[in-house]
């Protein structure tokens, strides 16, 4: 929309309650021209009544009142701004273990991570938790702002120190095709934000917003098999488009084009792809993240929660299925308890047969024999389903690879499973 | 043919929000005001449905002091569209007795569409409310789910709000219960402008240049209607060429200087714009927390 209307860049943000996080984050509000005069005024007003003789930036950003008082941000908050390039939404989490279900969520919508290193601290626990987050979700792009230089004198070897650190975690990681850019930058002083600065000169990469810039989506979306989900299904019954029958929801993973084989599931049934389409327009075909409709040549029943896939390119079948749960409800997950498992749209009941071991998620690889998991734990769990769901694992296909499990009596989202 | 669907990957996700509601609930509704936020929420209905009917009536609550420009409005939209209307009247609750009017300089029925929307979807037992508010209006919607439950009264608690995990959206409730759902909430104010420019959308006319009769208050301007904003004596009503940036009632919704005529001038002063959309709404500058209390009160 005014030119931006194909660019939205969805970033997350974590690092721990001091380590600027907050404050980089209206530091990039600032220098982009994103906060507005009103904004602004109750910054300084809010900053003055503190008694700080700077601008805490960190008030643009916290939200709730309870928080605001305690100084820490708590949830997930999308905050929006945007360049003459394209719009950008963060989402912003905690950094502390007591939130690691909130960083998931936050990522777990996100295209590009920020992880933040308060540069007089380094490589910390939090630092790893929050890399191995981001590979369990498979982010493709992570910025690490090594943040706070000028409290270490903007020292070249320090900040060096501090990536070789941080590559010693890379090197043990599972995800090899991960790109990871360093930037060193001071977010109460701007510095490397948005505007480079001589403090700096001896960086010769970009600043954080010139890099956020130039990533472009097509580098960093996953290809993946076509897996076309139905939401709900379109039938008008009226004079003008009598027999229209349209499986109406959003593509994933991969393209889709008119007359493709494809096979619906679970019935299995083998059929093409007669018409594409969004609103009132025909395509001839569709990439992947839209929202159209489709009408298939034969007349085959199908109905929400259904799978439509390439003949070709079937996903896996299963009623039991083993994933990595992130579990986030207060309520522990035990083995023998029932929930609902919700693949996509489709919803299923399920039995949690076992639970195999908590995962550490310092990157070491650790893992721990429990009898449960608690809010906040990552395991390895394996479900029994009632019905077969049409899966594949979310290291290939994000889209059709995750599900969230529902409590069935407080009809929570307790956890979120990426499965195997 | 058009070769391939262009991706707008916010019109892909308002879209599919709608569709997951027709999904997963029985009788979800429209909460409508006549606003540019509304009537983008019920342009992508359109398109999420086609070619079938939008399958959800709307409700507008009506404070009774709407701009009467809306009104017309909503009635045009609603026959063009071969949509079903229910109103729901805050003028009777307070007939009633059930609330009460504010009084004095600042009074505005804001407050009150509260417990006529309570009212509303207990009468009509709907179990889903769409609604077109954005997390980028006001800190307190910046951390509101796309799902949001509310409990018997409407009621809105931060700690315990479902994660929303990629976008698989759980909207299961109790009897009872209640969703509030928020189509557009990644959407800014620009973003929603420039949609409105694109789609080339009818919106009330009060949102473009227009002469007006107004008065000046602690720097800002209020329509001079005196039968629903108070206006002292010494504050002189003058003719000034305003529009209005953001719909609420006339009430406590102040007006804008601007020479914006049309959407193109619209959206260029949108996006030139140093003061948020909500700066303009004296409802919300009451407290810096005025927003997050109201919706722990029920309100939309």
């Not at chain 2, 308002?14 to 540019?36: H, M, N, T, W």
């Amino acid at each position: 929309m005014v030119g931006n209307k194909n660019k939205v860049l969805k970033l997350s943000t974590a690092g721990s309650v001091d380590d600027g996080k907050s404050t980089l984050i209206g530091r990039i509000l600032y220098d982009t021209h994103s906060l507005t005069d009103d904004k602004l005024e109750a910054i300084e007003r809010s900053s003055k009544q503190k008694g700080y003789d700077y601008l805490d930036f960190s008030l643009a950003t916290d939200g709730l009142v309870a928080e605001r008082e305690q100084g820490i941000t708590i949830d997930v908050a999308h905050i929006y701004f945007s360049t003459p390039n394209r719009s950008y939404i963060i989402a912003d989490t905690p950094g502390h273990v007591e939130y690691t279900r909130n960083m998931v969520t936050g990522t777990s919508t996100s295209q590009v991570s920020i992880i933040l290193i308060d540069a007089r601290k380094g490589v910390i626990e939090q630092t790893k938790r929050h890399f191995f987050i981001n590979n369990l979700l498979r982010t493709k792009e992570i910025v690490v702002a090594v943040n706070k230089m000028d409290l270490i004198d903007f020292n070249q070897e320090k900040y060096n120190a501090i990536v070789e650190d941080f590559k010693l975690l890379i090197s043990g990681s599972d995800y090899q095709n991960q790109n990871i850019t360093f930037i060193p930058v001071s977010a109460l002083h701007g510095d490397n934000v948005v505007d480079k600065s001589e403090n700096l000169a001896w960086f010769k990469g970009s600043t954080m917003m010139e890099h956020l810039e130039n990533i472009r989506l097509e580098d960093i979306q996953e290809e993946a098999k076509a897996r076309f989900q139905v939401q709900t299904v379109i039938r008008p019954k009226t004079e003008e488009f009598h027999d229209f029958r349209g499986y109406a929801g959003k593509l994933k993973g991969g393209e889709l084009k008119v007359g493709d084989d494809v096979t619906v599931l679970p019935s299995g049934r083998k059929t093409q792809i007669k018409t594409i389409s969004f609103f009132d327009q025909q395509y001839l075909s569709a990439s992947k993240g839209s929202s159209i409709t489709i009408t298939l040549m034969d007349d085959v029943n199908v109905s929400r929660g259904d799978l439509i896939v390439k003949s070709a390119e079937l996903p896996k079948e299963s009623k039991t299925i083993m994933a990595k749960i992130c579990w986030m409800d207060n309520k522990p997950l035990e083995a023998a308890s029932t929930y609902f498992l919700q693949h996509g749209v489709k919803l299923v009941k399920s039995k949690v047969k076992s639970i195999n071991h908590k995962i550490s998620t310092d990157t070491t690889g650790a893992t721990e024999k429990v009898s449960q998991l608690n809010m906040n734990d990552l395991g390895l769990v394996e479900i029994q389903l009632a019905q077969p769901i049409h899966f594949d694992a979310y290291d290939e296909n994000k889209g059709n690879g995750a599900f969230i499990l529902v409590d069935t009596k407080s009809n929570t989202t307790a956890g979120v499973g990426f499965i195997l | 043919m058009n070769e391939k669907v262009i991706n707008n990957p916010l019109e892909d996700e308002a879209i599919y929000i709608c569709r997951e509601v027709a999904g997963q609930f029985d009788k979800p509704v429209i909460l409508f005001s006549g606003g540019k936020d509304s009537i983008t929420l019920v342009r992508l209905a359109q398109k999420a449905f086609y070619p079938a009917k939008i399958p959800f009536p709307l409700l507008h609550i009506d404070t009774g002091h709407n701009f009467p420009e809306t009104i017309e409005f909503r009635d045009q939209l609603v026959k063009e569209l071969d949509l079903e209307l229910h109103v729901h009247y805050v003028q009777d609750n307070i007939d009633a007795g059930n609330v009460q009017e504010e009084s004095g300089k600042y009074a505005s029925r804001n407050m009150l569409q509260t417990d006529s929307l309570l009212q509303a979807i207990e009468k009509h037992g709907f179990d889903a409310c769409i609604g077109g508010a954005r997390r980028d209006e006001e800190k307190a919607r910046a951390k509101e789910r796309v799902f949001s439950v509310r409990d018997d009264f409407g009621q809105w608690d931060e700690k315990n709000q479902r994660p929303e995990v990629f976008d698989m959206l759980n909207g299961r409730i109790d009897f009872g219960q209640n969703v509030r759902v928020f189509p557009i909430s990644n959407w800014t104010e620009l973003d929603v402008w420039s949609y409105i420019q694109q789609e080339k959308m009818e919106i009330p006319s009060i949102y473009f240049a227009h002469k007006r009769k107004v008065f000046e208050r602690d720097g800002m301007i209020w329509s001079a209607h005196d039968e629903y904003v108070f206006r002292e004596d010494d504050e002189l009503v003058v003719e000034k060429i305003v529009r209005f940036r953001t719909v609420g009632d006339m009430s406590c919704t102040a007006a804008v200087e601007s020479l914006a005529f049309d959407i193109d001038k619209v959206v260029e002063e949108i996006a030139a714009s140093s003061i948020s959309e909500r700066g303009a709404r004296i409802d919300d500058k009451r407290s810096e927390a005025a927003m997050e209390k109201r919706k722990q009160q029920g309100y939309f």
